[in-house]
């Protein structure tokens, strides 16, 4: 079954090399089980019902084992293994339910909403599935939602990003609470990947000048549903060891590589769709990070002009209608630059090759583009070479035409041709299967199509209490199942006291409020606040309406402050209820996730505004029934509605320390006095009412707006349409 991609078939789009990789798999199968291998190859299982538990079935712990990559656990199954299942009536029906489902969704034909090629989306980070790592967080994430959610919706669709072979780095806590970083390496040939071939047979390889040579990549194709990913590849036998290194690891410290990294990445897009015949409508620019593909496709279609563009400027002109970007930073610092001897050493060669002058393309990346003494970003770059910017909240929209008003002299800030789409999550890949269970009953067999329908969610006031509360529950239990098992590993690595490794065995309560807070630990997110004044930060455990945390996330290795925050939390894990009541979670990512997010009572976010550009963890915990508490920055400041959760005051203060005592009180506050009594107020059943009813609007109000349906709708029919 050859996968579709968008459009005709390629024959060189690795869609062959698919087949071949499947059919093998296949041959090591009993003849019942072979559609496994095609199911193991497209993570449409990963968020299909049912396609998970197929493979684990033959043994959950052993599939976690893997990272539940499913290629490398089928390679590994013994033959009784595999018998056990191929004689089993309802798993044979189960998988062929699963398969027919896949094949299905692949022979569909693609939306109309869009004409011509496919967009291709590129990104520095995909965040599809635990097995595949090259993510680090929020962005990565909402690339993998997009793409499974145009996937969905058959919009035709590729992405481009790159293979880090070392992906992002893994966490460990010392017994101090100070974070350790260590990196793993992942082998592709086992995992749900295949290298793209030519005809011939032989891989695919493109080329892309950096530094004083020509670096070579192959390419990797992973399925996601429809949706072709591939992957930029540097670790060849022909390329330097400082050539590799640039498909190594994700955001590298060097700044050098990492300007190598977004050349890779942009041109590297550009050339490999080409060599792969793909003709894409519209790039989209997912972050500054992609913006040299302006120049490769520019320069492609200088040369195929009868008028080739006599300066950079007007080249870059040519290609902007081929071109959308997506701003997610709101910070200057965030919008990284370089100085002009570090970008004409890293990329003088390859401008050469595009005909390019160095100077032009310097001057297209700086705010002001005369002045020399300015370093250049890509940010500006991406501004100028794409026919529109967006950002990814309300909020945000606003805080990036202030940011880029220079860009545009002419007009007033609210003239900044920036808009804005706000950020959403995939349905489908994060409300845990007992709330989607319930909402199928109550809405319907197939509802998640129409997901961004508000008349749709208007049905969740019919649920009764018994049966949303029961499944509040359900989560919340495996949640702290998970933890148990994690926190006594986590505690053994650490070489902690065996007693308090014990602890860690009756960790949490399973009917006590669960609170989260769990994303990247960059400074700006405020993980300080929590324990600003500890003793009241105490008095909330200890109080008799008992809570315990649950906290998790990496910081990055050069971000010395971040990791402070978490070992100030780790200072307090002697306090007695603190060791059992309050926990770390080490190496936070997709599958941890998964389970915190679901499980939670309450998710909180403490950024400092306006630095959230936009947040989608609190959209995920929304869609489990969790609750909102969050300060007004990012999507929350556009959602909140007074019933749908809690906030805490938005407004900008330059007194950071001001701030924070006000909107740690604040947090205490609410805790105290409007969580805690909702939550443990409860009727004769034992069921808090008056929760449920803000569980209720929440879900009302946040699941139309706020699942990946209307944010692809919002793309498709705002910026890919015009
Ligand atoms: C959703 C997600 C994030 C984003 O969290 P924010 O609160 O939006 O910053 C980060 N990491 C992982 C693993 C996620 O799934």
């Known amino acids: 079954m050859p996968p579709r991609g968008s459009g005709e078939p390629h024959p060189t789009d690795g869609s062959r090399d698919l087949t071949r990789a499947i059919d093998r798999l296949g041959r090591r199968l009993p003849e019942p089980l072979q559609p496994l291998a095609e199911i193991?190859?497209?993570?449409?299982?990963?968020?299909?019902?049912?396609?998970?538990?197929?493979?684990?079935?033959?043994?959950?712990?052993?599939?976690?084992?893997?990272?539940?990559?499913?290629?490398?656990?089928l390679r590994d199954l013994s033959e009784p293994d595999l018998l056990t299942w191929a004689t089993d009536e309802r798993f044979l029906e189960q998988l062929d339910r699963v398969a027919n489902d896949l094949r299905d969704d692949l022979q569909r034909p693609d939306s109309?909403?869009?004409?011509?090629?496919?967009?291709?989306?590129l990104c520095a980070e995909f965040g599809v599935h635990r097995s595949l790592p090259v993510y680090s967080g929020g962005l990565g994430v909402l690339a993998g939602d997009l793409l499974k959610e145009a996937s969905d919706q058959a919009v035709p669709f590729v992405g481009v990003g790159l293979f880090y072979r070392r992906g992002y780095f893994h966490q460990r806590m010392d017994r101090s609470g100070w974070q350790q970083e260590y990196w793993i390496e992942?082998?592709?040939?086992?995992?749900?990947?295949?290298?793209?071939?030519?005809?011939?047979?032989?891989?695919?390889?493109?080329n892309v000048p950096i530094w004083d040579g020509e670096l070579d990549a192959h390419v990797w194709r992973v399925q996601v549903g429809r949706v072709p990913l591939f992957l930029l590849d540097a670790e060849l036998g022909e390329n330097t060891p400082l050539q590799r290194w640039v498909s190594s690891r994700l955001y590298e410290g060097n700044s050098s590589i990492r300007l190598a990294q977004y050349a890779l990445l942009g041109v590297g897009a550009a050339r490999a769709l080409d060599a792969m015949g793909i003709k894409p409508s519209l790039y989209h620019l997912n972050e500054g990070h992609a913006a040299l593909a302006t120049l490769a496709v520019a320069s492609s279609l200088s040369?195929?002009?009868?008028?080739?563009?006599?300066?950079?400027?007007?080249?870059?002109?040519?290609?902007?209608?081929k071109f959308v970007f997506t701003t997610h930073t709101p910070v200057p610092a965030g919008n990284e630059t370089y100085s002009r001897d570090e970008v004409l050493s890293v990329l003088g060669r390859l401008f050469d090759e595009l005909h390019f002058d160095g100077h032009e393309v310097l001057a297209l990346g700086r705010m002001h583009p005369a002045d020399a003494a300015?370093?250049?970003?890509?940010?500006?770059?991406?501004?100028?070479?794409?026919?529109?910017?967006?950002?990814?909240?309300?909020?945000?929209?606003?805080?990036?035409?202030?940011?880029?008003?220079?860009?545009?002299?002419?007009?007033?800030?609210?003239?900044?041709p920036i808009t804005h789409v706000t950020n959403a999550v995939h349905l489908p890949t994060w409300m845990a299967p007992p709330m989607r269970k319930l909402l199928t009953e109550c809405f319907g067999d197939g509802w998640e199509r129409f997901a961004s329908d508000p008349i749709l969610w208007k049905q969740v006031d019919e649920i009764d209490d018994e049966r949303l509360w029961d499944v509040r529950c359900t989560q919340r239990d495996e949640l702290v199942y998970q933890i148990r098992r994690k926190v006594v590993v986590d505690r053994l690595a650490r070489g902690e006291d065996i007693d308090f490794v014990q602890a860690g065995r009756d960790a949490f309560d399973p009917?006590?409020?669960?609170?989260?807070?769990?994303?990247?630990?960059?400074?700006?997110?405020r993980l300080n606040l929590l324990v600003h004044n500890v003793e009241r930060a105490l008095s909330l455990l200890n109080h008799d309406r008992p809570l315990q945390f649950v906290f998790a996330g990496k910081a990055h290795p050069l971000d010395d402050a971040a990791k402070a925050f978490a070992q100030r939390m780790f200072e307090l894990?002697?306090?007695?209820?603190?060791?059992?009541?309050?926990?770390?979670?080490?190496?936070?990512?997709?599958?941890?996730?998964?389970?915190?997010?679901?499980?939670?009572?309450?998710?909180?976010?403490?950024?400092?505004?306006?630095?959230?550009?936009?947040?989608?963890?609190?959209?995920?915990?929304?869609?489990?029934?969790?609750?909102?508490?969050?300060?007004?920055?990012?999507?929350?400041?556009?959602?909140?509605?007074?019933?749908?959760?809690?906030?805490?005051?938005?407004?900008?203060?330059?007194?950071?320390?001001?701030?924070?005592e006000r909107d740690a009180n604040a947090l205490y506050d609410l805790i105290d006095n409007e969580v805690k009594p909702l939550f443990y107020d409860r009727d004769e059943h034992g069921i808090p009412t008056k929760?449920?009813?803000?569980?209720?609007?929440?879900?009302?109000?946040?699941?139309?707006?706020?699942?990946?349906?209307?944010?692809?709708?919002?793309?498709?029919?705002?910026?890919?349409?015009s």
């Not at 538990?53 to 990559?69: I, Q």
């Not at 992942?186 to 493109?206: C, E, F, H, Q």
């Not at 040369?303 to 209608?321: L, N, T």
């Open 40 to 73: 193991a190859y497209n993570y449409k299982w990963s968020w299909t019902p049912g396609g998970r538990e197929l493979f684990r079935a033959f043994g959950a712990h052993r599939f976690g084992l893997t990272n539940e990559n499913p290629v490398r656990f």
């Open 112 to 121: 109309p909403s869009l004409d011509g090629g496919p967009v291709a989306f």
């Open 186 to 206: 992942s082998d592709p040939n086992v995992m749900p990947a295949v290298r793209v071939t030519t005809a011939d047979g032989s891989p695919l390889t493109i």
């Open 303 to 321: 040369a195929a002009s009868d008028s080739p563009a006599s300066h950079s400027g007007e080249a870059i002109e040519q290609s902007r209608s």
């Open 374 to 416: 300015e370093p250049t970003g890509l940010t500006p770059l991406a501004i100028r070479g794409s026919r529109s910017t967006n950002a990814v909240s309300q909020r945000h929209g606003a805080i990036a035409r202030a940011m880029w008003h220079e860009m545009f002299p002419h007009g007033g800030t609210d003239d900044v």
């Open 511 to 525: 009917s006590f409020l669960t609170i989260g807070f769990a994303r990247r630990l960059a400074t700006y997110k």
């Open 573 to 660: 894990k002697r306090v007695p209820e603190v060791g059992n009541r309050v926990v770390f979670l080490e190496d936070y990512d997709l599958s941890a996730a998964t389970t915190v997010v679901a499980g939670c009572d309450v998710w909180l976010n403490l950024p400092r505004p306006p630095f959230e550009a936009s947040g989608t963890s609190g959209m995920k915990a929304a869609l489990n029934g969790g609750l909102n508490l969050s300060v007004l920055d990012g999507w929350w400041m556009e959602a909140y509605d007074g019933s749908n959760g809690w906030a805490i005051d938005g407004s900008v203060d330059p007194d950071e320390a001001a701030k924070d």
């Open 691 to 721: 929760w449920l009813e803000r569980v209720r609007a929440s879900l009302r109000t946040l699941g139309p707006r706020y699942c990946a349906t209307r944010m692809l709708d919002d793309y498709v029919t705002q910026i890919y349409r």
